[in-house]
């Protein structure tokens, strides 16, 4: 147990928990690493933390300032809880289509919270260049920039990382997870390879998101959407080009849907949308590459940030997903079949 003064001073130092029911299931040790019980819900407190402290560092940002950043929700909630502790004040700028859950907290940790229209990137109201614009705009404001600013990678590097290999005993087989910024499996890759190029590292992408099809043939093409916030990326970022991927796979929400249901059934864990995908890479790296692996991921934030879309049977139906889910023991045997669809890095 810790004590500390600021809740800043309790990011990272996060529990793992062993997923039983999945461990069982295929043979391999398949691990939840809880970002969720970081002060702001998420794992993007520490990319927060790390951001504004190196910012803090250089002079860039001065105490009295304000940070400014366009987010889906959890970095904008991290850094609220960040500024507000070290005498900074916050601008948040969010697609109103993020989950309602989400915008509260924000505006409840005493940021300023501008939500804008949800626009492709291409088009200048988006709320990454609404947010840059509102940063430019006066001397006292200070632009996270969190795609392109790589201490979102370098808080990885220094403690989720480090954290993941002291708690396997350096003995983790298999990596596995999405990407919003790209911050989280540049720093954790990163890391892990340099303490055992063998780790193996998946990324899993949505629906709606170019990662995937960046990485098997060179361009962002992006089939459907997803009802993931903030995760999958539509460009090369300057944190996700730091990022060491060996494998990655594209899954769809009707999947997300099952898993998360199974797992809170089984486990008592309620996992929020981009925890089910991360945990859904996992089964399928098991399913390739088991048993007798040790295999890592997140769950990044809170289940409950979730309620009003993976837990939401109306907004479910709404979107055409069937709530007649599919037996784990057949998504198993699909995902064993489905080997076709795991991009390799070539060797």
């Not at 130092?13 to 939840?32: A, H, K, N, P, Y």
């Not at 995760?231 to 999947?255: C, H, S, T, W, Y």
Request: with cysteine.
């Amino acid at each position: 147990m810790r004590n500390a003064h600021r809740p800043i001073d309790l990011i990272g130092q996060t529990d793992m928990i062993r997923v039983r029911s999945l461990s069982e299931l295929t043979g391999c040790e398949i691990w939840l690493k809880l970002e969720s019980q970081n002060p702001g819900g998420s794992i993007k407190d520490r990319a927060a933390l790390q951001m504004i402290q190196d910012a803090l560092a250089s002079g860039e940002l001065e105490p009295g300032m304000t940070v400014v950043e366009g987010t889906a929700g959890n970095t904008g909630i991290g850094l609220a809880i960040v500024a507000r502790s070290l005498g900074l004040n916050m601008l948040a700028v969010m697609p109103n289509d993020q989950s309602p859950e989400k915008e509260r907290m924000i505006s409840l940790h005493g940021a300023q919270l501008k939500t804008v229209d949800p626009v492709p990137f291409r088009d200048d109201n988006h709320f990454y260049h609404t947010a840059r614009k509102l940063a430019e705009s006066r001397d006292d404001y200070w632009w996270a920039n969190q795609f392109e600013n790589t201490s979102n990678a370098r808080a990885h590097y220094l403690t989720t990382g480090p954290e993941i290999w002291q708690q396997t005993n350096g003995a983790v087989d298999i990596f596995v997870s999405v990407a919003g910024t790209g911050g989280t499996i540049a720093g954790n890759s990163m890391y892990l390879k340099e303490r055992n190029p063998d780790v193996q590292v998946w990324l899993t992408d949505p629906d709606g998101s170019g990662i995937y099809s960046f990485l098997k043939q060179g361009e962002y093409v992006a089939n459907g959407g997803s009802f993931t916030e903030g995760i999958g990326i539509m460009r090369l970022v300057e944190n996700f080009k730091q990022a060491r991927v060996d494998a990655a796979v594209n899954l769809p929400d009707q999947d997300l849907l099952a898993l998360s249901r199974y797992v809170r059934d089984q486990d008592a864990i309620v996992l929020g949308s981009s925890s089910a995908l991360n945990l859904a890479g996992a089964l399928q790296a098991a399913a390739l590459h088991g048993p007798g692996k040790t295999i890592v991921t997140f769950a990044c934030d809170l289940g409950e940030r979730s309620a009003s879309k993976l837990y939401n049977e109306a907004y479910l139906k709404n979107r055409g997903l069937n709530l007649d889910l599919e037996p784990i023991s057949e998504m198993l045997a699909r995902y064993r079949d489905s080997g076709e669809r795991v991009w390799y890095k070539p060797s």
